[in-house]
């Protein structure tokens, strides 16, 4: 008798990690996606929409500045650069995520060219961002980001 008991705690708890860390793929997962869903935006040139993906007390941080909350960002920062590119690309994308319950923390890498409308002039960049997202109702948003760059 004593045995099953000990075999069936084993199995319980081997059922319960096997659940959590397949909540945890899951959560990464979904966090990856909302990087994913950003950065394509960027490539679009067209951030329209992009703000449901930050949480509205967001923090952006940019090469060294505080750019306050995404909407200040979007506003004062990033939609008028985008009508100065005539292109964006990310290439040899990388990204680390770790959940931790209703926080997820990652590191992306990246190289990025610009193509400015106005000359055709070509930037070329390597690329660092954090972020901290949170789940709130089921989603993941991001409550700040932190990106630099340098040629």
Do not use: C
Not at 19 to 28: H, L, P, Y
Not at 30 to 36: S, W
Not at 82 to 96: G, H, I, L
Request: glycine share 6%; charged share 25%; proline share 1%.
């Amino acid at each position: 008798m004593k045995s099953s008991k000990k075999l069936f705690v084993k199995v319980l708890l081997l059922v319960v990690s096997s659940a959590s860390m397949f909540a945890q793929d899951k959560d990464t997962e979904a966090v990856k996606a909302v990087l994913k869903q950003y950065n394509t935006a960027i490539e679009k040139l067209d951030v329209t929409g992009t703000e449901k993906l930050f949480t509205s007390d967001s923090k952006i941080y940019e090469s060294g500045g505080n750019e306050g909350s995404y909407a200040h960002y979007l506003e004062h920062h990033l939609a008028p650069e985008m009508k100065a590119f005539k292109s964006f690309t990310f290439s040899d994308y990388k990204v680390a995520v770790t959940v931790s319950g209703e926080y997820a923390f990652s590191t992306e890498t990246y190289n990025y060219t610009i193509v400015v409308a106005k000359d055709d002039k070509e930037l070329k960049r390597k690329g660092i961002g954090t972020s901290v997202l949170k789940k709130m109702n089921g989603q993941w948003k991001i409550m700040m980001s932190h990106n630099s760059s340098r040629k």
